[in-house]
């Protein structure tokens, strides 16, 4: 385990795959909220989805692996939050 972690050129990649999956979870961030949420929560969801992405991309040299966690670490709680906004907040499409 220490040999994969240790291994810098497959940091580096795992951390690009991080920053990817950060832009794929746009869908989820910015798409998701901006068809169920009302509009001041929605600015949320889109600066939380803006800072994560900035972590990730400044996290990439240094701490790839960081950036590689990001995504499974981020999408998870918002796609709680937005099942506890569907049954007690009423956001529905």
């Known amino acids: 385990m220490a040999t994969v972690i240790g291994n810098r050129t497959l940091a580096h990649i795992a951390g690009a795959v991080g ?53 499974i670490v981020s999408v998870p709680p918002v796609l709680l939050l937005l099942e506890i906004g569907k049954r007690f907040w009423n956001w529905v499409p």
């Open 19 to 71: 920053i990817a999956g950060q832009v794929a979870a746009a869908f989820i961030f910015v798409l998701l909220p901006a068809l169920t949420v009302p509009s001041p929560e929605n600015y949320l969801f889109f600066l939380a989805w803006v800072v994560l992405l900035g972590l990730a991309i400044a996290w990439w040299r240094q701490h790839p692996w960081r950036s590689f966690l990001i995504p």
